[in-house]
């Protein structure tokens, strides 16, 4: 079965730093594209950004450009998503999900990570 | 890169039908057929029902239907029941390998 199994649930304070894994299995790692999703709290699904794990090329939206980095280890079947200078606005709940194309829709998705960033 | 807007809410009686739209730009619904629609239940992980505007994946009820016309796509449950009552988000290819998502409908079902 395809799978994605994200990292833990994670308290960050503001300023600090975060990194989610996403680790896939169950088919050929470096032919899907990862995409991650933001959802605040009670709010709606935001896409942050994507990587083609053939070679590490990212797309991000313009609202995280910046503030989020999308990195592969294909020796792991692993996507990260790296947060800096993490702001209380940061909390939120991201998921990973696998991108087939060329029909641009994502299935399966990964359980998803609970960030909360308080001081 | 705007949100793709759909209404904040529906409702439906069991039995009935809803269609929630999905209005979009040139830029990403009105140039590419490649809409998808995902279905999330209170603290569950998204699903998705629709793909490619009209496309269902093999286990998705036949009650969900979907189209596109310009800038809007719909996706319309037809035949409410209660286990439909969900966020439903809307979601387009925007060219040069991004995305954009809806802000979410909450379907209720009275």
């Known amino acids: 079965d395809v799978q994605l199994v994200q990292s833990g649930p994670e308290l960050k304070k503001p300023g600090e730093s975060l990194r989610i894994s996403c680790e896939a299995s169950?088919?050929?790692?470096?032919?899907?594209?990862i995409t991650w999703v933001r959802q605040m709290p009670g709010r709606g699904l935001e896409w942050m950004g994507k990587?083609?794990?053939?070679?590490?090329?990212?797309n991000y939206s313009p609202s995280f450009r910046g503030h989020v980095t999308l990195s592969a280890d294909r020796s792991t079947s692993t996507t990260y998503l790296h947060l800096s200078n993490l702001k209380a606005s940061d909390t939120a709940i991201y998921y990973c999900?696998?991108?087939?194309?060329?029909?641009?829709?994502?299935?399966?998705w990964g359980q998803g990570t609970l960030v909360t960033v308080s001081s | 890169q705007s949100a793709l807007t759909q209404p904040a809410s529906v409702s439906g009686s069991p039995g009935q039908s809803i269609t929630i739209s999905c209005t979009g730009t040139?830029?990403?619904?009105?140039?590419?057929?490649?809409v998808s629609w995902y279905r999330q239940h209170p603290g569950k992980v998204p699903k998705l029902i629709i793909f490619?505007?009209?496309k269902r994946p093999s286990g998705v009820s036949f009650r969900f239907s979907a189209s596109k016309s310009g800038n809007t796509a719909s996706l319309t449950i037809s035949g409410l029941q209660t286990e439909d009552e969900a966020d439903y988000f809307c979601?387009?290819?925007?060219?040069?390998?991004?995305?954009?998502f809806g802000g979410g409908t909450k379907l209720t079902v009275l």
């Open positions: 999900a696998r991108v087939e194309l060329p029909e641009n829709y994502f299935a399966p």
């Open positions: 169950g088919y050929s790692f470096s032919s899907y594209w």
């Open positions: 990587i083609d794990p053939s070679d590490s090329y990212t």
């Open positions: 040139s830029s990403d619904i009105g140039s590419h057929d490649l």
């Open positions: 490619e505007n009209t």
């Open positions: 979601c387009s290819y925007a060219g040069s390998s991004t995305f954009v």
